[in-house]
């Protein structure tokens, strides 16, 4: 169950290096724990039930600058029901947290992250016909520090997109300090260019997300943008609330861009 290095779903699109797997397990608890410099992605839990993790460590670092960690994510998980990350730090180069697939049930508290891009739901939507989705997460009291991203959303535009759905997700207590996008809801996701994802846009629909007092400061790199919710004109984007939105630049009055979606989000926003 752990100790692989390598990781293959039935579809066969995942081929990783990994520091700890689950496959086909049910009821993991690992508590305690220490992984340290892991080749890429440092979990990886697959067709697994009810998994928990608790006052856990993970960093993977570099002294040479121009060989950053790419890829060291702390938690990724595919086909898994009940996943729970409580009372623990993140210092990666990469996702801090990214359930990937078919993953629900998600329960996230007191989570600290340094360097990261950021606590994702995704990337889904990549696989040509194929339907993923993610459901019920509630992340509560997460540090996002010194990094690319705060709370994401991220899914596939493109020809040869899939489709399917997130659902039923609340952010709430999040602090977040230099971080060049701290909110950010992206259906063109990894380097599709413009033009490509408007012609084929995304096709997962997006609905009752909720971000819920956000405080702290953006890094100033999207100027005085502190969230950008961009939604597909090919899915639905609904029922998407922020409140009590502290959040500010240094470049100047904080601003809030929204796009595409259906209804009130709850503060003011911009085209």
């Not at 600058?65 to 996943?83: H, Q």
């Not at 889904?124 to 690319?148: C, E, F, R």
Request: net charge negative.
């Amino acid at each position: 169950m752990t100790g692989a290095n390598s990781d293959k779903d039935s579809s066969n699109t995942y081929y990783r290096p990994i520091l700890f797997l689950t496959d086909n397990a049910t009821n993991v608890d690992v508590e305690g724990i220490t992984f340290l410099n892991s080749p890429c992605w440092t979990t990886f839990l697959v067709r697994t039930k009810d998994v928990s993790f608790d006052n856990v460590y993970i960093e993977a670092f570099s002294n040479n600058a121009s060989a950053l960690p790419k890829n060291t994510d702390g938690f990724d998980s595919l086909n898994v029901d009940g996943l729970t990350v409580t009372n623990t730090r993140v210092n990666v180069g990469d996702d801090c947290f990214s359930p990937k697939p078919n993953t629900t049930n998600i329960y996230v508290e007191n989570l600290w992250c340094n360097g990261t891009h950021g606590v994702s739901m995704g990337s889904i939507g990549q696989y040509p016909g194929v339907k993923d989705y993610i459901s019920n997460a509630y992340l509560k009291n997460i540090t996002l520090l010194n990094g690319q991203n705060g709370a994401r959303l991220k899914a596939w535009a493109g020809p040869t997109a899939g489709y399917g759905y997130i659902d039923n997700i609340t952010y709430e207590n999040v602090h977040i300090e230099n971080t060049d996008a701290p909110i950010v809801l992206d259906q063109c996701y990894f380097n599709i260019n413009e033009t490509t994802c408007a012609a084929y846009p995304s096709n997962v629909n997006i609905t009752n997300i909720k971000f819920i007092n956000f405080t702290g400061s953006s890094s100033g790199k999207d100027g005085r943008v502190v969230a950008d919710l961009t939604c597909s004109p090919g899915a639905t984007c609904s029922e998407i609330l922020l409140e009590d939105i502290n959040l500010t630049s240094p470049n100047g009055t904080a601003e809030i861009v929204c796009n595409n979606i259906q209804g009130d989000i709850g503060v003011d926003c911009i085209s």
